[in-house]
């Protein structure tokens, strides 16, 4: 009897933080792993490659370059994936009051955060199987409803605004049997989660790669934490 092909995720930024993490669990679980970077310098990401031969393979994508998306979805026509998750997320002049924060890294910010995030989805989507799995890093954040403290105020409407625009692709595609995700991964120790956040991310990402198995052929989209708990829109 055949044995099962081995499952394939195209983890999109994961040169570092929550994205590198995420290509290592599923390394870790014998997945094979498709992995994006910016540019050409050889950093953590190559050197797990390194570690684990074929089954990482590496490839370039800048979010925001739509023909190096184009480029890279030609390179993977004609490959199967069983998750795709794009894992995107600048903090720009975050702690300014909307008021203050500039144009120009208000644009950067929903542009990286919002708008190349379902680029990706709705480019990418076609290589995914009807079985498999749809997942973008949102942000606790990213809860209109749950906003009672303020602060972070453009990223936060970026993330909300990724959510949003979620909730469309899945009204578009109402009838798809895909599992579609917005994740919130907790407060993560990263670059940008800061040295004072509650969760290390070997308490977050492995969890997020179970609630995310869990899920896996329960069609529509959820808003969930990385413990499985809904979190409100």
Same mark, same amino acid.
């Given at each position: 009897? *055949?044995?099962?092909? @081995? ?29 994006? $970077? ?17 089954? #990482? ?25 069983? %998750? %795709?998750? $794009? ?17 120009? &890294?208000?644009?950067? @910010?929903? $542009?990286?955060?919002? #708008? ?9 989507? +076609?290589?995914?199987? &009807? ?30 605004? %990724? ?6 692709? &899945?009204?578009?595609? &109402? ?9 919130? +991964? ?10 004072? *956040?509650? #969760? ?8 997020? $790669? ?24």
């Amino acid at each position: 009897m *055949a044995s099962a092909p @081995t499952p394939t995720a195209l983890i999109v930024g994961a040169s570092r933080g929550l994205g590198l993490a995420l290509a290592e669990e599923y390394l870790k679980r014998g997945w094979q792993v498709i992995a994006t $970077v910016r540019g050409h310098h050889p950093g953590q990401l190559h050197a797990l490659a390194a570690k684990v031969g074929g089954r #990482l393979e590496i490839e370039q994508l800048d979010i925001n370059s739509p023909a190096e998306l184009e480029a890279l979805h030609q390179r993977l026509i004609g490959r199967r994936l069983d %998750l %795709l998750f $794009v894992n995107a997320g600048v903090a720009i002049e975050a702690e300014k009051p909307i008021g203050e924060v500039s144009t120009d &890294a208000f644009i950067d @910010t929903m $542009v990286t955060n919002a #708008l190349s995030p379902m680029r990706v989805v709705e480019t990418l989507a +076609p290589l995914v199987s &009807a079985a498999g799995s749809i997942a973008a890093m949102s942000s606790g954040l990213g809860s209109v409803s749950g906003n009672v403290d303020g602060g972070w105020e453009a990223y936060r409407a970026s993330k909300a605004a %990724l959510n949003t625009l979620m909730r469309c692709f &899945a009204a578009r595609h &109402a009838g798809d049997t895909r599992s579609l995700l917005l994740m919130a +991964p907790g407060w993560v120790r990263t670059d940008m989660g800061g040295p004072e *956040a509650v #969760l290390s991310v070997e308490e977050s990402i492995p969890r997020v $790669v179970d609630v995310i198995a869990a899920h896996a052929g329960h069609h529509g989209l959820r808003f969930l934490d990385y413990r499985g708990d809904t979190v409100p829109w």
